[in-house]
């Protein structure tokens, strides 16, 4: 069982490799939904994400024997970049098996951390292709159904109460679930008042598709939000949210661009979707959000392209 003091070893381990982010009140959103809203800009980490605290702490986490063949995991998103970056920093190799789909910059990106890339059709044969390799010597990472891995995202946690400890509520994107368990569990072993709030997009909600039948199930992610594209959950990570997490709620595509447009226009800052969709799920919930209101919305990555950002205006409109 993931703990409090987990989450603060790991905080220790990965310090010297990860930044602490910024996280600051914002005029604007506090405005717009008639309470103090900070944002945690997780998109200025190492590697424009989150991912790479928790991909440090689950390497430091394994023995060395396990490690002299590299490590082999399974991304199209940030975790593919932050594995890399991982690697790189402690000095071993590191294949990522990406969907043949995953965005031109991402593959790019990792492979420019120094990773072996390893195509695969879909995100689920990704997945089956590390495990795979992990029979062959390679060390298994996992970008979100690992303990180690849990407790590196947390650290964001500690970082949130830190700077504002009176928080009263927080959002957090879902992807596969291993940001919001780490986030909740740090906060809420700390400050159990405190109401952690999740979010997925159309098509890339897993998570809540779990939840309402109880069980992990399998989708095909077609939301355009890539870092939100996990084809699948755990029932551990599902334990978690149940134990830890307030609700869980979903917004459109569009939404989420809306609220990349929001970031870019009114803080001069580029996110993904994945970030976007926190304005978004502020907005249906602010009716939920108690009075006098401490909000910290988590900004989880920035790993968009100019491509990527000339699609959505196509599609949406600008």
């Known amino acids: 069982m993931l703990s409090l003091e987990m989450v603060e070893l790991a905080s220790k381990l990965i310090a010297r490799y990860v930044h602490r982010t910024p996280l600051e009140r914002n005029e604007g959103l506090s405005r717009r939904f008639g309470c103090d809203v900070y ?84 995100a689920s044969e990704a997945f089956e292709q590390a495990l795979r390799l992990s029979n062959k010597g390679w060390c298994h990472v996992h970008p979100f159904d690992d303990q180690a891995m849990i407790a590196g995202n947390g650290t964001v946690g500690l970082e949130i109460l830190q700077d504002v400890p009176d928080v009263t509520d927080v959002v957090v994107s879902i992807g596969g679930g291993g940001l919001i368990s780490g986030i909740a569990t740090a906060i809420k072993a700390t400050a159990p008042a405190v109401k952690v709030w999740g979010v997925e997009t159309e098509r890339a909600d897993v998570v809540f598709k779990s939840l309402k039948v109880g069980r992990p199930v399998e989708i095909e992610p077609k939301s355009l939000a890539k870092t939100l594209g996990a084809p699948h959950t755990s029932t551990d990570i599902l334990d978690y949210i149940k134990r830890s997490v307030e609700d869980v709620v979903v917004v459109t595509d569009e939404e989420a661009y809306q609220g990349v447009l929001w970031f870019l226009e009114r803080t001069k800052i580029v996110t993904e979707l994945a970030a976007g969709a926190t304005v978004a799920a502020a907005e249906q919930l602010s009716s939920r959000f108690p009075p006098n209101a401490q909000v910290v919305l988590v900004v989880c990555g920035g790993n968009v392209s100019n491509s990527d950002l000339c699609n959505y205006a196509t599609i949406f409109g600008p």
């Open 39 to 122: 944002l945690k800009l997780e998109l200025f980490q190492k590697t424009g994400s989150f991912k790479s605290r928790g991909a440090l702490n689950q390497i430091l986490a394994r023995e060395e024997r396990e490690l002299r063949r590299g490590i082999v995991g399974a991304s199209g998103g940030n975790f593919a970049q932050g594995a890399a970056y991982a690697a790189r920093e402690l000095g071993i190799q590191a294949m990522i098996c990406m969907p043949e789909d995953t965005p031109e910059n991402y593959v790019e990106a990792t492979v420019n951390y120094g990773a072996k890339v390893n195509f695969c059709p879909s």
